[in-house]
């Protein structure tokens, strides 16, 4: 046993995780080269040696929240992974001209594969599983809690940033009467919310959300405030104020984290989501700082568990039907992707946050819906 195979077993022992042992959740080493990949690249080199085929585990997802909770990523911090902090820190990461990369690397890799992963609304972000049995009962219940939470009247009309393949726009129309304007930065998004929505009062502009500009009843942003970045977050809230009417709310759907950091998870930031950022509750705050008046937090982070094994299950049932378009190694990838925030999210080290905000103030206060 080489030195860094002793080191990489002893910090995994923290999480009672075995090298080849017999549980699920325990790694089964098939290349012995990866322990020192681990050591010098972090949680980089776990996720590249796991595409690579270098090992693997029965269930993944049990692995990840062990490890999460024993917070073992602390036992490793490569020196590499300084310079993507201080790149996040200096650099704004999520200019308007960094807008698109992430369309280009995540958002338009194939409507084919989100189709099949996703729900019949292609809904990509949290469900809502109160009272839900299934993946799509428990995005049409996000859906209506979000038209009920900034109370969604018809004619009425809604700034959607970041409306994705248009499942809020096309529920909030249907369901609400609703006119709804969304924004993308996604050139296939923006094309397939218009095929599938042309009978319905919606409109989708491909542009950056700096660029926005009217007045709107309301304004929602479900999943996509996680591509805005530190540096950004106060021009998005600006932006906001300037499009929503004086007595509309604001609905703020997003991923967050517990504590304040620049840089990005690393793997997920060179595969996934480039140059994505996680805020913290004290940058939300920071943010809407005499913008705006917070009147509601809704923390339902435990479903995002639920949703990432629903849409997991939905991958694996299709994979074959896309296997040779997309290979192997993008299996491994997707696969890592999916299980490993599911992980996370059920360690409760990230968070799914609603947050309503209102101009002024709701007059005689806000009610409270779940």
């Not at 809502?128 to 900034?150: G, P």
């Not at 809407?288 to 008046?293: C, G, P, T, Y």
């Not at 080290?349 to 007059?363: N, P, R, T």
Request: hydrophobic share 40%.
């Amino acid at each position: 046993m080489n030195s860094a195979q002793s080191r990489i077993e002893q910090i995994l022992l923290l999480a009672d995780i075995r090298i080849n042992g017999n549980r699920p959740w325990d790694m089964k080493i098939h290349d012995n080269r990866v322990f020192q990949r681990i050591l010098a690249k972090g949680t980089l080199g776990l996720g590249e040696a796991y595409m690579d085929q270098w090992w693997d585990c029965d269930n993944l997802d049990q692995f990840i929240t062990r490890v999460v909770r024993a917070k073992l990523r602390r036992k490793i911090a490569p020196l590499t992974l300084l310079l993507p902090t201080l790149q996040a820190r200096l650099l704004n990461l999520q200019s308007m001209g960094r807008a698109f990369e992430v369309a280009e690397t995540h958002y338009d890799l194939g409507n084919d594969l989100f189709e099949r992963m996703l729900d019949k609304r292609l809904t990509y972000s949290c469900g809502y599983w109160k009272h839900a049995t299934n993946i799509d009962e428990a995005q049409e219940a996000k859906l209506d809690l979000v038209c009920r939470k900034i109370g969604l009247k018809p004619g009425q009309t809604v700034l959607d940033i970041g409306c994705g393949w248009g499942s809020f726009a096309g529920y909030a129309a249907e369901r609400y009467g609703a006119q709804v304007f969304g924004v993308t930065v996604s050139k296939e998004q923006g094309s397939w919310v218009q095929q599938r929505y042309a009978h319905l009062p919606v409109k989708v502009l491909v542009q950056d959300y700096r660029e926005l500009q009217g007045s709107y009843d309301h304004v929602v942003s479900i999943g996509m405030f996680e591509h805005v970045g530190r540096k950004n977050y106060r021009e998005f809230m600006q932006v906001v104020k300037r499009c929503l009417k004086p007595e509309g709310l604001l609905l703020l759907h997003t991923i967050g984290r517990l504590n304040t950091r620049n840089a990005a998870e690393p793997w997920s930031n060179k595969y996934i989501f480039p140059n994505a950022q996680l805020p913290s509750m004290a940058d939300i705050s920071r943010a809407s700082e005499k913008l705006f008046v917070m009147e509601d937090m809704h923390n339902f982070s435990a479903d995002y568990d639920k949703t990432l094994l629903a849409w997991y299950d939905n991958f694996e049932k299709h994979w074959p039907e896309i296997a040779n378009k997309y290979g192997d190694r993008f299996y491994r990838m997707w696969r890592y992707s999916l299980l490993t925030n599911a992980g996370a999210f059920r360690a409760r080290s990230l968070q799914l946050w609603q947050l309503v905000f209102s101009a002024e103030g709701v007059e005689g206060g806000y009610t409270r819906l779940s």
